[in-house]
């Protein structure tokens, strides 16, 4: 006759740790999730006009957007969110907005997919103009 000692555990299952790992997941996922594509807050002041060049833009990284200048006097807004893998873009160079992660460009006029792997434009953010102050509307 074998005798077998059993030894008490000393922390909680494997089975336990993975299922509590996975709810934390599903928590942090969820509470990312939003219905909107910007952080961006209405009223919020962005930036002068003389602060925006003409035929560029300037990315607000804790606004969401970036605001451009397409023609003299002309602003546009866009959540600055590339709508290929949701990477923050990073530049705007010749007309373009440009993200880093998988080389997509968005036109400064529109938002639309100036170049690939994104195949959707940029989400717009309405922006008012007051002076020469440019706010989020």
């Known amino acids: 006759m074998t005798s077998e000692s059993v030894q008490p555990s000393a922390g909680p299952s494997r089975r336990t740790v993975v299922a509590a790992v996975g709810a934390a997941g599903i928590a942090v996922a969820l509470t990312a ?10 009223g919020t002041a962005l930036a002068k006009t003389s602060d925006i060049p003409e035929g560029g833009g300037k990315i607000f990284n804790d606004a969401g957007v970036v605001v451009t ?13 590339c709508t290929h893998a949701g990477c923050p873009v990073t530049k705007v160079d010749k ?43």
């Open 33 to 42: 999730c939003g219905s909107d594509d910007s952080d961006a807050s209405s």
């Open 69 to 81: 200048q397409p023609a003299a006097g002309r602003f546009k807004a866009f959540s600055f969110k």
């Open 95 to 137: 007309g373009s907005i440009i993200c880093p992660c998988h080389g997509s460009k968005f036109s400064i006029e529109d938002g639309s997919v100036q170049h690939d792997p994104a195949t959707k434009p940029l989400s717009e953010v309405k922006v008012s103009v007051s002076g020469d102050e440019i706010t989020l509307a």
